[in-house]
């Protein structure tokens, strides 16, 4: 074990992590304050979107809080990560290249994925990895919810830009003019919601 390793061993012992508190926002669950937490997909805070499907969201922040003012949330540092299910023929974003790496696993149904203009078929248990500076979205493609867990890194800087793709295009999941605002980017489309789906978890029971 090297020094530095050694080193961050004897600082946990003289201090642990401590269990990070949940509140309920109008959603579900979100942590409040830092520490290690565990969350069972039923209990999480869910968003809805028409245009984009509905995930289930592990921090406190963003859309996850609305409704709860009074609630600080914690998001976290490293890394992003949500559950998305996506219906048939909706994407789960648009077309964009971000400067920090993302990944996605299929963990049921099945979807497209357009990278850097290309399609796959992805389908359960197939992982798509994508580098730092990589055009992609995924849209859904199975009768019922494609289920995908989406991990992003979390650096300082970030970057990202909506290209136009001819490919994402004709499934509605592309900007017409590239851009770099998020905010151009999906004007027209709706806001995310806090919002339980009932019917979806009824089957997750």
Same mark, same amino acid.
């Given at each position: 074990?090297g020094r530095r390793?050694?080193d961050?061993?004897?600082d946990?012992?003289l201090?642990p ?6 509140a309920?926002a109008?959603s579900?669950?979100?942590?409040v304050?830092?520490g290690?937490?565990?969350?069972n997909?039923r209990?999480a ?9 509905r995930?289930a ?7 996850a809080?609305?409704?709860r003012?009074?609630?600080e949330g914690?998001?976290?540092d ?12 909706k994407?789960?974003?648009?077309y964009? +290249? ?18 850097e203009?290309?399609?796959r078929?992805l389908?359960?248990w197939?992982?798509l ?7 992609? +979205?995924?849209?859904g ?9 989406m +991990? ?7 970057e +990202?830009?909506y290209?136009?793709?001819e490919?994402?295009l004709?499934?509605g999941a592309?900007?017409e003019n590239?851009?770099s ?5 999906y004007?027209p ?6 919002k339980r789906?009932l ?7």
């Amino acid at each position: 074990m090297g020094r530095r390793a050694v080193d961050r061993a004897r600082d946990r012992e003289l201090s642990p992590a401590l269990e990070a508190h949940l509140a309920r926002a109008e959603s579900g669950l979100v942590p409040v304050t830092d520490g290690w937490f565990v969350l069972n997909v039923r209990d999480a805070a869910w968003l809805s979107n028409d245009a984009f499907g509905r995930r289930a969201v592990f921090e406190g922040s963003g859309p996850a809080l609305r409704g709860r003012p009074d609630l600080e949330g914690h998001r976290f540092d490293q890394i992003g990560i949500n559950l998305a299910f996506l219906s048939p023929r909706k994407p789960s974003g648009l077309y964009h +290249v971000d400067s920090r790496q993302e990944d996605f696993l299929v963990l049921s149904g099945e979807c497209v994925a357009i990278v850097e203009g290309e399609e796959r078929r992805l389908q359960a248990w197939d992982f798509l990895h994508c580098p730092p500076g990589t055009g992609h +979205v995924l849209i859904g493609m199975s009768a019922e919810p494609c289920v995908i867990l989406m +991990v992003g890194a979390r650096t300082r800087e970030r970057e +990202v830009m909506y290209p136009r793709s001819e490919a994402a295009l004709a499934r509605g999941a592309s900007v017409e003019n590239e851009t770099s605002s998020a905010m151009e980017a999906y004007a027209p489309f709706p806001d995310w919601q806090p919002k339980r789906p009932l019917d979806l978890l009824a089957t997750l029971s």
